[in-house]
């Protein structure tokens, strides 16, 4: 927040500010789901739904569960469709939570996890991953931070900040883990469509000993450039879901009825624009991986899935990443979200998204790469 207050004086004053900290698709919304969305305001379509949300698309999520992994859900038992896959993390988190549990937070990892731990009373429990192992999840690492009041273990997977996709090794390990601790598995998988070549997303539900103790989490703002539109969904055992269901009749109550007719529209129509927007996300990767790792001390992976680089830049002699992220906005006018934002594993990094335009993009990264590259 105190970069973007610094981001917003810098263009006050006149100067040329590149924003590369958001994760909010350039894309517009697909036309199709516009117009549901439109249809359903125009014949009123306006009222409560049910707070499972409307029967068409809780069946449409379950169909798409079965179709992508295999996993099988009661449309009716289920699933919940929610408000964002953001409120639908939290609510899981609600649900399964009492004041004291101890939740597994592999890291770097999105900055809400461990705020949403705590709102439930529980305690967030990092589980860093290290740069140099390319952010591999071990069933070592995990073991070494359980206790006996850990309950869950959060994941993230095409992962954000740092891009990538937990591997089949790994979600063995997870699945193990989970099963011989009695832990319950919160997965959120909101970049499952942005994946690149070779890569293929899995959802640790397919495992026979996580299906019954997995609650998987996702949604329309990152696939369908639905960000504003706020609708998400999570499904997992009828137990589990019954105790989510209960936090968001008492919370938000339910999510928009004519949004869910968008949300229905995005599941059963017209596919090629999420494609469309994938291509252009893996050109970006491609084009800013080569640019950015022509800095001298810089080392950067090359992403798996989601839309963010993140390059280590503690080679290059700044204090932290807060330090360097100033830096960059008063040197080359480009606004990043220092590593040090996603928890143990972050520092040292800095993340750039490339959710932005292409000329946006393109600015951006010549910036930096210029920048970097100069004495500082």
Known sequence: MALADRARSLKQRGYQVVNLAGGDPHFGTPEHVVDAARDALAEGFTHYTSS??????????????SLRSGVIRDPDNEVVITPSAKHAVFASLMAVLDPGDEVLIPTPSWVSYGQMVRLAGAQPVSVPLFAADNFTLSRELLEAKVTPRTKAIVLNSPTNPTGRVLSMSELRDIADFSAARDLVVISDEIYEDIVFGDNTHRSPAEYPECVDRTLTVSGFSKSFAMTGWRLGYVSGPQELMNAVLKVQEHSVGEAGSFIQRGGMAALLGNRSPVRHM????????????????????????????????????????????????????????????????????????????????????????????????TPH
């Not at 499972?52 to 569960?65: F, H, Q, T």
């Not at 996300?281 to 963010?308: N, T």
């Not at 700044?318 to 992220?325: E, I, T, W, Y």
């Not at 040090?340 to 490339?354: K, T, V, Y």
């Open 278 to 373: 994938v291509e252009q996300y893996d050109r970006h990767r491609k084009w800013a991986h080569g640019e950015l790792s022509q800095v001298p001390g810089i080392e950067c992976a090359l992403p798996e899935g989601a839309f963010y680089l993140f390059p280590d830049i503690s080679a290059l002699g700044f204090s932290d990443s807060h330090a360097c992220a100033q830096w960059l906005i008063d040197k080359a006018g480009v606004v990043v979200t220092p590593g040090s934002a996603f928890g143990p594993g972050g520092e040292g990094h800095i993340r750039l998204s490339l959710a932005a335009s292409t000329a946006t993009v393109e600015a951006g990264v010549n910036r930096l790469r210029d920048a970097l590259s």
């Open 52 to 65: 499972r949300g409307l029967p068409e698309l809780r069946k449409a999520v379950a169909d798409l569960l």
